[in-house]
Antibody, heavy 115, light 112 residues
Framework: VQLQESGPGLVRPSETLSLTCTVSGGSIRDYYWSWIRQPAGTGLEWIGLFYATESIIYNPSLKSRVTISVDASKSQVSLNLNSVTAADTALYYCARFTTAWPDSWGQGILVTVSS | DTVLTQSPLSLSVTPGESASISCRSS???????????LNWYLQRPGQSPQLLIYLVSDRASGVPDRFSGSGSGTDFSLKISRVEAEDVGVYYC?????????FGGGTKVEIK
C-alpha cells in the first residue's frame, strides 16, 4: 500500500489547513488511518486516528481544531486543522494502522503557516 | 499523557559494534492481554519513519535480526548488533497502549 500526501504548502495564520492522503495498492477499508506531524527538527506528534465514521479519536491537544475523515470511494484520507498558527508549521504524515500502531507512513508534506 | 523518555540523545558507533537505546515510560505499557504496547521506529535522513519493532520485541517484516528489543512495564531498550552504515538516523520509541499515542524524543545514531 502506498500513501501520498497532498495539499497546499503554505497556509495563512487563522485559516484552515487541509490535506489529503491518497491510498493506492490496497483497499482503504482494510485499515485504520492516522495523521502524525513533525515540526522541523523535533519529534513526532500524533494528531488522530480514524477507525470508522463513527469512531475517530483525536489528540486532546488538537481536538477542538481538527477533523479527520475518509472517503472510501476516492481512497482518500483527509485532515482539516482550523485556526492555524505558526506552531502548526510541520511535516505532516499520513499513516496506516493495521492494528494499534502505524506500520506504514507516507513520505510527508511540509506545511508552513505564514502570512 | 504517557511520557516516553529516551536516552541517550545521540550515539556515535563504530561499524560492527553494538548500540543500545533506552526508553522509559511514565506509566506501565502492559495491556491486560499480557503484551506491552511499545514500538520502535527508525527515521533515516530525509525519510519518513519506518516500523522496526512492535510489542517490545517483534521485528517488522524485512527488519534484520541485528535489531532486538526488550523490556516490560516502564523500561524498554533497543539493541543494534553489528551496526552498519544504513542504521544511521533517529530512533523513536512509541507507546500504543493509551491515547494520545505518544513518541519518545528520539535518539540520533551516527557512524564514527
Amino acid at each position: 500500500v502506498q500513501l501520498q500526501e497532498s495539499g497546499p504548502g503554505l497556509v495563512r495564520p487563522s485559516e484552515t489547513l487541509s490535506l489529503t492522503c491518497t491510498v493506492s495498492g490496497g483497499s482503504i477499508r482494510d485499515y485504520y488511518w492516522s495523521w502524525i506531524r513533525q515540526p522541523a527538527g523535533t519529534g513526532l506528534e500524533w494528531i488522530g486516528l480514524f477507525y470508522a465514521t463513527e469512531s475517530i479519536i483525536y489528540n486532546p491537544s488538537l481536538k477542538s481544531r481538527v477533523t479527520i475523515s475518509v472517503d472510501a470511494s476516492k481512497s482518500q484520507v483527509s485532515l482539516n486543522l482550523n485556526s492555524v498558527t505558526a506552531a502548526d508549521t510541520a511535516l505532516y504524515y499520513c499513516a496506516r494502522f493495521t492494528t494499534a500502531w502505524p506500520d506504514s507512513w507516507g513520505q510527508g508534506i511540509l506545511v508552513t503557516v505564514s502570512s | 499523557d504517557t511520557v516516553l523518555t529516551q536516552s541517550p540523545l545521540s550515539l556515535s558507533v563504530t561499524p560492527g559494534e553494538s548500540a543500545s537505546i533506552s526508553c522509559r515510560s511514565s506509566q506501565s505499557l502492559l495491556h491486560s492481554n499480557g503484551y506491552n504496547y511499545l514500538n520502535w521506529y527508525l527515521q533515516r535522513p530525509g525519510q519518513s519513519p519506518q516500523l522496526l519493532i512492535y510489542l517490545v520485541s517483534d521485528r517488522a517484516s524485512g527488519v534484520p535480526d541485528r535489531f532486538s528489543g526488550s523490556g516490560s512495564g516502564t523500561d524498554f531498550s533497543l539493541k543494534i548488533s553489528r551496526v552498519e552504515a544504513e542504521d544511521v538516523g533517529v530512533y523513536y520509541c512509541m507507546q500504543a497502549l493509551r491515547t494520545p499515542l505518544t513518541f519518545g524524543g528520539g535518539t540520533k545514531v551516527e557512524i564514527k
